[in-house]
């Protein structure tokens, strides 16, 4: 299974969801520019990490985010000026700390949603098909929420920025700027997910050709 997961043909499939989230990232912060003034949008760009994670499971998943975290810290990343802490060791690891929460981990953890492919795959009820997806989806968008909320109370709190009337002097104000954009993404992409595995399940799962081919090629092996 290992090879499996990591052939030529899941390595493919990984490049082009990652590529097709990246741009799905781009165009909503496009349209979101300027709405949320520390960054943060609205839309459909988990969807392809789900859709690749329930595919072809964990690590699969995992390495697809992480190819969309690398691409889109190519277009620039904002780091908060570590100078301005009073601890000593957020003034030497703080850059790297809010990179990872900000960005790497961001679209990397939404991968984890692969660890509940089995349980989807091996239901034949629709209902419990749909259970796995709520709560793998779920686990996926809330781990994402935290990695933004973390940051946002270590880091970005008293920059003089204010939202919903909530100055940043507190983590409150992480909770809520962070939620405004990561809720709305963690229920139109549970939506969009359960959408596809009720009328395009084969978006889900690997071609029975496919698995035939890996059957035939571990028992010549074994022979």
């Given at each position: 299974?290992?090879?499996?997961?990591?052939?030529?043909?899941?390595?493919?499939?990984?490049?082009?969801?990652?590529?097709?989230?990246?741009?799905?990232?781009?165009?909503?912060?496009?349209?979101?520019?300027?709405?949320?003034?520390?960054?943060?949008?609205?839309?459909?760009a988990m969807?392809?990490?789900?859709?690749?994670?329930?595919r072809?499971?964990?690590?699969?998943?995992?390495?697809?985010?992480?190819?969309?975290?690398?691409?889109?810290?190519?277009?620039?990343?904002?780091?908060?000026?570590?100078?301005?802490?009073?601890?000593?060791?957020?003034?030497?690891?703080?850059?790297?700390?809010?990179?990872?929460?900000?960005?790497?981990?961001?679209?990397?953890?939404?991968?984890?949603a692969?660890?509940?492919?089995?349980?989807?795959?091996?239901?034949?009820?629709?209902?419990?098909?749909?259970?796995?997806?709520?709560?793998?989806?779920?686990?996926?968008?809330?781990?994402?929420?935290?990695?933004?909320?973390?940051?946002?109370?270590?880091?970005?709190?008293?920059?003089?920025?204010?939202?919903?009337?909530?100055?940043?002097?507190?983590?409150?104000?992480?909770?809520?700027?962070?939620?405004?954009?990561?809720?709305?993404?963690?229920?139109?992409?549970?939506g969009?997910?359960?959408?596809?595995a009720?009328?395009?399940?084969?978006?889900?799962?690997?071609?029975?050709?496919?698995k035939?081919e890996v059957?035939?090629?571990?028992?010549?092996?074994?022979?």
């Amino acid at each position: 299974m290992k090879k499996q997961k990591f052939s030529t043909r899941v390595l493919a499939e990984v490049a082009i969801f990652a590529a097709l989230a990246f741009a799905l990232d781009a165009l909503q912060g496009g349209i979101f520019r300027g709405v949320f003034a520390s960054g943060g949008s609205i839309g459909f760009a988990m969807v392809p990490i789900l859709l690749i994670s329930y595919r072809r499971g964990l690590f699969p998943g995992i390495l697809c985010g992480l190819i969309v975290s690398l691409v889109q810290m190519l277009g620039g990343i904002y780091v908060i000026n570590a100078s301005s802490f009073e601890s000593s060791f957020l003034q030497v690891m703080g850059p790297f700390l809010q990179i990872m929460l900000d960005y790497i981990l961001a679209y990397t953890v939404v991968g984890f949603a692969g660890f509940f492919a089995s349980l989807y795959k091996k239901n034949e009820k629709k209902s419990l098909k749909c259970l796995w997806i709520v709560v793998g989806c779920g686990i996926a968008g809330l781990l994402k929420y935290t990695c933004h909320v973390v940051a946002g109370g270590v880091f970005w709190l008293n920059q003089g920025a204010s939202f919903w009337n909530i100055a940043d002097t507190s983590w409150l104000y992480s909770f809520l700027y962070n939620g405004a954009y990561c809720i709305p993404n963690l229920i139109i992409c549970t939506g969009t997910m359960l959408l596809i595995a009720k009328f395009y399940p084969q978006f889900l799962e690997t071609l029975e050709t496919e698995k035939k081919e890996v059957k035939e090629i571990e028992e010549s092996k074994i022979k």
